[in-house]
């Protein structure tokens, strides 16, 4: 009975704080909505490919994803190219919002990396299912959410075409 009592007087403590479940300590979702999507991008064909120099976007099927993203939170994209590596770190330092280029539920990034639940499952290049996702900054939750409904929305499994 004093647990219950004391969880109650906890709930409407905390609710009355304005705190907000999930959040983004560092505001991520805030600052993005409306402003700018700091993307990472690796090639990864057919997830990601760039183009040949240094003229044009991005291009591919997570491309076009983000790029839905960011119009549905009304922002603009910033692309950062790089290494899987190099995006991490940008990834942990908070200079990119979220990585795109092929990365998979098997990521070796899964302990510095939030990824999303998987948006899209197709075979391997070894016949094995590959759950492809996308990696956010830890601890951004709010921001990881908005992401993974958006993807769950995009129907991406019935619309793969050629990638099955």
Known sequence: MTTALVSGVLA??????GVTVPSDPDGTLDRVRGGQLRVGVTP???WTELPAGEDGAPAGLEVDLVTGFAEHLGAD?????????????????????????GLTARSPWASRAALTRPYVTVPGERGEEENHVMATRTGENAFLVEL???????DVQANLGGLR
């Not at 409407?12 to 704080?17: D, E, M, S, T, Y």
């Not at 590596?85 to 990119?96: C, K, M, P, Q, T």
């Open 12 to 17: 409407v403590a905390v609710a009355g704080c």
């Open 44 to 46: 990864n064909a057919p």
């Open 77 to 101: 994209v910033d692309w950062e190219v790089g290494s899987e590596e190099e995006l991490v770190g940008a990834l942990e330092d908070g200079d990119v919002d979220v990585v795109v280029g």
């Open 148 to 154: 993974e409904r958006y993807l769950i929305a995009q």
